[in-house]
């Protein structure tokens, strides 16, 4: 059964490049015919793991393709997920098998509304990897890859470890989707704020220990209760030991790209108001971010 991995960004392409070195059936959706010829160009796919590069020739298509879909990794931004998954919608076979890799909460239930005849098993991953050039994707980090659904876990689960891809098959996606959001919050947002790497963040923790409270409140109040267990804590661990990263809503910033500010930041303000949670640090810090993007002419949504 063939992978099909729709979405340019780096976590997708190490996914791709990976599946296709171990030899398994591989196609990557490309937006428009002309990022595909620039990507037939290219060769394919090129990792660069411990300074040595590789292209794996993955090939490539349109959403356009008619090659029907039975297994999909959604690898786009949250806020593109929606439209992307929209792009191909009518190639999906009844029982299809979505992988949603986004960040913050949201677009997840976004997706699967639109499309009830897929399974959609949601995916979050602490791998590091970065896009040095098109097509040209660094290792950066080993970590590991959360996955799962309330059904059995599914077969092709050995073809990961065929490609060397670390996962774990867990029944408790919610509580693991929470707190990647929580940390999510707690960190990204104030390393774009103050412009700086993530262990930056440490001398600041006068900022994260109260922003952490709420978070735990708002956990606690949304039903997410194991989420919010020593959530400062391990904001804390983190940020040691992803001191000389940058997060990914600062290398968007830095970019001058869309960040996901409204499946983090947005998404945690709207939930506190409707679950009736007060959270003024979180609104504020909200608005702070908001303005910082205006000031750069960046998108705030």
């Given at each position: 059964?063939?992978?099909?991995?729709?979405?340019?960004?780096?976590?997708?392409?190490?996914?791709?490049?990976?599946?296709?070195?171990?030899?398994?059936?591989?196609?990557?959706?490309?937006?428009?015919?002309?990022?595909?010829?620039?990507?037939?160009?290219?060769?394919?796919?090129?990792?660069?793991?411990?300074?040595?590069?590789?292209?794996?020739?993955?090939?490539?298509?349109?959403?356009?393709?008619?090659?029907?879909?039975?297994?999909l990794?959604?690898?786009?931004?949250?806020?593109?997920?929606?439209?992307?998954?929209?792009?191909?919608?009518?190639?999906?076979?009844?029982?299809?098998q979505?992988?949603?890799?986004q960040?913050?909460?949201?677009?997840q239930e976004?997706?699967?509304?639109?499309?009830?005849?897929?399974?959609?098993?949601?995916?979050?991953?602490?791998?590091?990897?970065?896009?040095?050039?098109?097509?040209?994707?660094?290792?950066?980090?080993?970590g590991?890859?959360?996955?799962?659904?309330?059904?059995?876990?599914?077969?092709?689960?050995?073809e990961?470890?065929?490609?060397?891809?670390?996962?774990?098959?867990?029944?408790?996606?919610?509580?693991?989707?929470?707190?990647?959001?929580?940390?999510?919050?707690?960190?990204?947002?104030?390393?774009?704020?103050?412009?700086?790497?993530?262990?930056?963040?440490?001398?600041?923790?006068?900022?994260?220990?109260?922003?952490?409270?709420?978070?735990?409140?708002?956990?606690?109040?949304?039903?997410?209760?194991?989420?919010?267990?020593?959530?400062?804590?391990?904001?804390?661990?983190?940020?040691?030991?992803t001191?000389?990263n940058?997060?990914s809503?600062?290398?968007d910033v830095?970019?001058?790209?869309?960040?996901?500010?409204?499946?983090?930041?947005?998404?945690?303000?709207?939930?506190?108001?409707?679950?009736?949670?007060?959270?003024?640090?979180?609104?504020?810090?909200?608005?702070?971010?908001l303005?910082?993007?205006?000031?750069?002419?960046?998108?705030?949504?």
């Amino acid at each position: 059964m063939t992978w099909h991995v729709l979405g340019g960004g780096s976590l997708g392409a190490l996914w791709a490049a990976r599946l296709g070195r171990a030899g398994l059936p591989v196609q990557l959706i490309l937006r428009n015919p002309q990022r595909l010829a620039a990507y037939r160009a290219a060769g394919g796919l090129t990792l660069v793991e411990q300074d040595a590069a590789q292209t794996h020739p993955v090939p490539g298509q349109l959403a356009t393709d008619s090659q029907p879909i039975e297994r999909l990794l959604l690898a786009c931004k949250a806020y593109d997920a929606l439209a992307a998954i929209s792009s191909i919608e009518t190639r999906l076979r009844p029982g299809a098998q979505v992988l949603l890799l986004q960040n913050g909460l949201g677009s997840q239930e976004q997706v699967a509304t639109r499309v009830p005849q897929a399974r959609c098993i949601a995916l979050s991953s602490t791998e590091g990897a970065f896009r040095q050039d098109d097509f040209r994707i660094v290792f950066a980090g080993q970590g590991q890859n959360w996955l799962g659904d309330a059904q059995a876990p599914p077969e092709w689960l050995k073809e990961l470890a065929l490609a060397g891809i670390p996962y774990q098959w867990t029944g408790q996606m919610p509580t693991r989707l929470w707190r990647k959001f929580a940390l999510n919050c707690a960190i990204n947002p104030l390393t774009v704020l103050h412009d700086c790497r993530n262990g930056a963040l440490l001398e600041h923790l006068d900022e994260i220990q109260p922003l952490c409270a709420e978070l735990v409140e708002l956990l606690n109040h949304a039903g997410q209760a194991d989420a919010a267990v020593a959530l400062y804590e391990q904001v804390i661990q983190v940020l040691q030991a992803t001191a000389a990263n940058l997060s990914s809503m600062q290398q968007d910033v830095r970019a001058g790209r869309r960040t996901e500010i409204d499946y983090l930041l947005g998404y945690a303000s709207t939930c506190a108001a409707r679950l009736q949670v007060p959270a003024p640090r979180l609104q504020q810090l909200h608005l702070r971010l908001l303005e910082h993007l205006r000031a750069r002419g960046l998108p705030c949504a």
